[in-house]
């Protein structure tokens, strides 16, 4: 069973929530603008608009997220422990999941282009690589040989 932290726009505490299985839902209208949707979260009390969401930190997880729009739109099941708003920079939303053991955090985001909405595969960060060691042959007398 996921619980999530849900932090809203200027109420850095947030609230706790226990999703009980249920996936999160980010639902748009015909307007598909982010201003107009709604975030749905089973255990939280009505609707949340879309523009209100900081970003949900998942205590434990993963969670499911799914995005509906117009039209038929529908996407996910994405699997994700964290949804934040605003990231990247020019993008609505994204959810994204960190490997811990490569430092790796992937995901996608989501805006919305000449009407349409649209996901972009993000991945970041990763463990940086060892630098390469340089070793000169040595003459034997700690002066390397040219």
Not at 25 to 38: M, P, T, W
Not at 61 to 76: A, K, L, M
């Amino acid at each position: 069973m996921a619980t999530i932290q849900v932090i809203l726009n200027g109420m850095p505490g947030g609230s706790m929530h226990d999703l009980d299985g249920y996936p999160i839902i980010l639902k748009f209208d015909e307007r598909k603008s982010y201003g107009s949707a709604v975030w749905v979260i089973p255990s939280y009390p009505g609707h949340i608009p879309a523009s209100m969401l900081s970003e949900i930190r998942v205590q434990m997880g993963p969670i499911t997220v799914f995005t509906e729009g117009p039209d038929s739109f529908q996407s996910g099941p994405h699997t994700t422990d964290w949804v934040r708003s605003d990231y990247p920079r020019g993008k609505l939303c994204s959810f994204l999941q960190m490997d811990a053991s490569t430092q790796k955090m992937g995901g996608v985001s989501l805006f919305i282009h000449d009407d349409s909405l649209i996901l972009d595969e993000i991945n970041l960060g990763g463990k940086k690589a060892e630098p390469a060691e340089e070793k000169a042959e040595s003459s034997g007398d700690g002066t390397p040989s040219p």
